[in-house]
């Protein structure tokens, strides 16, 4: 174990009373608490639909497969994002077309580059905020409805109440997706969430999570129905009652919590520039959002191994990781993509692809912890050159 984790999470005894009273309740598949759930979501992100689905994963899945994207449909993805995201566009049966990120300042998708990439096949684009900092989503939605009108679907999962020109990321497209992973600014253990202003949508992906079918088990329970027809393919992406309880009381801490990321965020930029670490570059320094402060990743110099880097700071006792790999870079993806293409015509992900590295960020922690890993990041960039 790490004396400095990469975070750590906020549950405590709410979480346990919830869970509990779930328990209690004899109740356990999806009924009250997650329709509960959905709509304290739904309410926090500013948008009519809060879907409740089993993970993050799945949520990007369904958003695609309610479209109706398939075989020759092409789906726009940053190079830097979680693996999930290209899972789900091949599961699907479409083609993901990779574009560049925006600089070393900003590590979301390119808009300039989503433009060069658009083709006539071009039916979604993807775009992630990345540690919790939202896209230019007001350029990305001019592009998108230019003319084509191409579904946008938010990938929020580092961005629960990040905002961006006035608005909440997973507002501004057909669709958000959100993941309650044990390492996201809320948690649920596994989980996730689909919201939308498309009432149509809304009620395909609710047929989708759960088989087709038209009436749910807290239906037919509650004496509604008595039977059920299947409308439509679809699969088991229901969330249950004990993880929606927990999501609740998250929910309600999320406010404080992004605010104690924040915090820490700001202690531990303020310690690394102190350090003045010469070539080391912290992204989202001029953004114009209101970030949820997920991750915080700095661009190691150019002449430090970042494999070094990490083995010196776990020596150290500070857990580091990478936020990401860029997509195609896998063994299981190289060959999905044209061979030597990204060199080409993805020059910053190129360029910083391996030097991103992620640092210690939690709500819990304190000013000595930002000047721990500090210190630590200076010496090991400095045992690594």
């Known amino acids: 174990m790490f004396e400095i984790p990469l975070t750590e999470t906020t549950l405590d005894e709410e979480e346990v009373e919830a869970a509990t009273r779930v328990l209690r ?9 997650v329709a509960a759930f959905e709509q304290e979501f739904a309410a926090a992100i500013g948008t009519r639909e809060a879907i409740a689905v089993s993970n993050g994963t799945v949520a990007l899945e369904l958003s695609l497969r309610a479209l109706g994207l398939g075989q020759g449909d092409e789906v726009i993805l940053p190079t830097i994002t979680f693996i999930a995201c290209l899972n789900a566009v091949r599961l699907c049966g479409a083609t993901a077309v990779l574009a560049d990120v925006t600089s070393e300042d900003d590590l979301t998708i390119s808009i300039e580059d989503v433009k060069r990439k658009i083709t006539e096949r071009t039916c979604a684009i993807i775009p992630m905020a990345h540690s919790g900092f939202p896209p230019d989503m007001t350029a990305l939605m001019r592009l998108a409805n230019g003319g084509r009108n191409i579904a946008v679907i938010e990938d929020g999962c580092h961005a629960p109440l990040a905002e961006i020109a006035g608005r909440k990321i997973g507002a501004f497209g057909i669709a958000g997706c959100w993941s309650f992973f044990g390492n996201k600014n809320m948690t649920t253990g596994e989980g996730g969430m689909i919201t939308t202003n498309d009432p149509d949508f809304a009620a395909r992906v609710r047929l989708m999570r759960s088989h087709g079918i038209t009436k749910t088990t807290w239906d037919r329970a509650r004496g509604h129905a008595s039977s059920y027809d299947v409308a439509l393919v679809g699969t088991n992406a229901r969330m249950d009652e004990v993880r929606a309880a927990i999501g609740r009381v998250q929910l309600r801490k999320l406010p404080g919590a992004n605010e104690g990321r924040r915090n820490f965020s700001g202690q531990l930029r303020a310690a690394l520039a102190k350090k003045n670490i010469t070539g080391l570059v912290i992204p989202f320094t001029r953004h ?22 990490m083995d010196e700071m776990k020596s150290r006792g500070v857990q580091t990781s990478i936020h990401y790999p860029p997509l195609n870079g896998f063994g299981g993806t190289r060959s999905y993509f044209e061979s030597g293409k990204w060199v080409e015509e993805l020059p910053v992900t190129k360029r910083i692809a391996g030097r991103i590295l992620t640092l210690p960020l939690s709500p819990t922690f304190e000013q000595q912890v930002a000047e721990r890993v500090a210190t630590a990041l200076d010496e090991s960039v400095k045992a690594a050159r």
């Open 288 to 309: 114009q959002g209101t970030s949820s402060h997920h991750l915080l990743c700095v661009l190691l110099p150019e002449d430090a191994s970042r494999d070094r880097v």
């Open 25 to 33: 309740s004899k109740w356990l598949t999806m009924g009250a608490e």
